[in-house]
């Protein structure tokens, strides 16, 4: 089991439901080259790439236990989701998030809250659940936290064509639906001790959220970076960003403010422990274990 990352009165429970090799990095990245990817396999493989060039991501919520509130952060791929584009996450039927929800302590009943840092499949997909033929809200207390400007994107994006975006049918609008979206800003701050960051470029509107107090603290990145090969490279997109060089300019200024800092980076997609602190190295970051 992941170890919680401790700070002072706040634990923060990694809740991974998936870690393998999903893509391969030269699709998943447009710009990596074939010498590009060779010159940096030897750091690269077999932990973060394996032999066979496939990019190991993890799929992962982080659950931050505060004194008074469960608040879970991203909610993974979920169960019984047609994703035909997508066979490794097409209608999965698996017990391991709940498992992991169990190891961390709690339920589907102890959330109080739920945050989507964007409103990509791998990141909505247990807010709901199938209950008698409809999809309702996996966690019954909860109140979902999503940005204003992230959810009308995807609200439109599902009207122009649905058959592209299921997730934003089944797993985001339902939430609407029941009204237990609470819309935001990119910049909300929940209290002294959760705060979102705006992290956009990957998607329109991301976030990131910072956790606890300077000194004890820890950024969960959301996918402002999905492997440590955009740290070296930090302009470097990914397949699904909505504006790439906006995102290189997201990592360069995030990494800037937090290398050499004792700040513990949650990276959600990087390979278990994603923990890690950030330093400069030459034109970008490199990631250290913490
Ligand atoms: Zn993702």
Partial sequence: MPTPIALKDITIHPVVEQQGPFFDALGFFPSLTKE????????????????AGKLILCIQSFVIKTPHHNILVDTCVGNHKPRPTRPFWNMMNSDRFETALKAAGLTFDDIDYVMCTHLHGDHVGWNTRLDNGRWVPTFPKARYIMTERELEHWTQ????????????????????AAKRAQLVKNDFAFNEQVQ??????????HFSILVGRPGADALITGDMIHSPLQG??????????????????????VFDRF????????????????TCRVHRAGDGYKFVAT
Wanted: glycine share 4%.
């Fill in 36 to 51: 590009l990817l060779e010159e940096n396999s030897s750091w690269l493989q077999p932990s973060f790439i394996d032999a």
């Fill in 157 to 176: 994006r599902e009207k122009d064509n649905p058959a592209s975006v299921p997730w934003i049918t089944d797993s985001v609008l339902p939430i609407v």
């Fill in 196 to 205: 979102f960051i705006p992290t956009p470029g990957h998607t329109i509107d």
């Fill in 259 to 274: 290398s050499e800092e004792p700040t513990v980076l949650c990276a959600s997609h990087f390979p278990m422990p994603s």
């Fill in 232 to 253: 070296k490279y930090p302009d470097m997109g990914m397949m699904a960003d909505y504006d790439s060089p906006q995102a290189g300019q997201t990592r360069r200024r």
